[in-house]
């Protein structure tokens, strides 16, 4: 049996559904941006691309974590 999703990826195939688009596009935008401070992009991502706050901070958290390692 394997584990739920948990944490922000958790949100990932609602994102998807909703605004069409595959996360992995959506990381794409996000490292591409100029903007590197957490809820810049977080805010950036709702006004400029329609996001809900916890889509967007999910898909931010979740890109900077990896952009980390």
């Not at 069409?20 to 977080?42: D, N, Q, Y």
């Amino acid at each position: 049996m394997t584990e739920p999703v948990k944490g922000p990826a958790s949100y990932f195939p609602s994102i998807e559904k909703k605004y069409g688009r595959p996360v992995t596009e959506w990381k794409a935008l996000i490292r591409s941006s100029p903007l590197t401070k957490h809820m810049e992009l977080v805010t950036w991502l709702k006004t400029e691309h329609g996001l809900g706050h916890g889509h967007a901070n999910a898909l931010v958290a979740h890109t900077l974590a990896e952009n980390s390692r």
